[in-house]
């Protein structure tokens, strides 16, 4: 899908996203108590520094001008994705849980939070950037740019 570059560099780290998903499914698929662990134990390093770091550009800089600004008027007009950043801030909280979790060892945990993940990154990608790309001014997509290079 071509992508207007403003959010490129967060569709590239949703390619990274996806690929770190379906690892994690594949591996909790296999079974493999070792490797679960040492993809649970990097997932845990890995997330306050990379997927914390995404998912508060996110927030901070579309779901909060999306919900501030462009929400009102799409319920307005009884938008389907009226809610869409709602459900994505619930999606946020739901990964980090289940991040703790796995830096609690709870290995369990694995196969969730891929499925998750994938879900999460490919309702991003299919309706919340084409969505920005349609209301967001060129202004406030070079403030999303500026903020998430």
Same mark, same amino acid.
């Given at each position: 899908?071509?992508r207007i570059e403003a959010l490129r560099p967060l569709s590239r780290e949703h390619h990274l996203s996806l690929v770190l998903a379906n690892k994690a499914i594949k591996t909790a698929k296999n079974n493999d108590k070792l490797q679960i662990k040492v993809l649970c134990e990097q997932?845990?390093?890995?997330?306050?520094?990379?997927? @914390?770091?995404? *998912?508060?550009?996110? /927030?901070?800089?579309?779901?909060?001008? *999306? =919900?501030?600004?462009?929400?009102?008027?799409?319920?307005?007009?009884?938008? @389907?994705?009226?809610?869409?950043?709602?459900?994505?801030?619930?999606?946020?909280?739901?990964?980090?849980?289940?991040?703790?979790?796995?830096?609690?060892?709870?290995?369990?945990?694995? =196969?969730?939070?891929?499925?998750?993940?994938?879900?999460?990154?490919?309702? =991003? /990608?299919?309706?919340?950037?084409?969505?920005?790309?349609?209301?967001?001014?060129?202004? @406030?997509?070079?403030?999303?740019?500026?903020?998430?290079?």
């Open positions: 899908m071509k997932i845990a390093q890995a997330f306050s520094s990379r997927w @914390e770091a995404h *998912f508060i550009k996110e /927030e901070l800089f579309i779901f909060s001008l *999306f =919900e501030g600004k462009y929400r009102p008027k799409l319920i307005a007009d009884a938008h @389907e994705d009226a809610d869409l950043t709602a459900r994505l801030r619930e999606q946020h909280h739901q990964m980090r849980t289940l991040s703790a979790n796995m830096t609690k060892g709870r290995m369990d945990q694995l =196969e969730d939070f891929g499925i998750l993940l994938r879900d999460h990154t490919r309702l =991003e /990608e299919r309706r919340l950037f084409p969505l920005v790309s349609a209301l967001f001014s060129a202004e @406030e997509l070079q403030g999303v740019a500026m903020n998430t290079l």
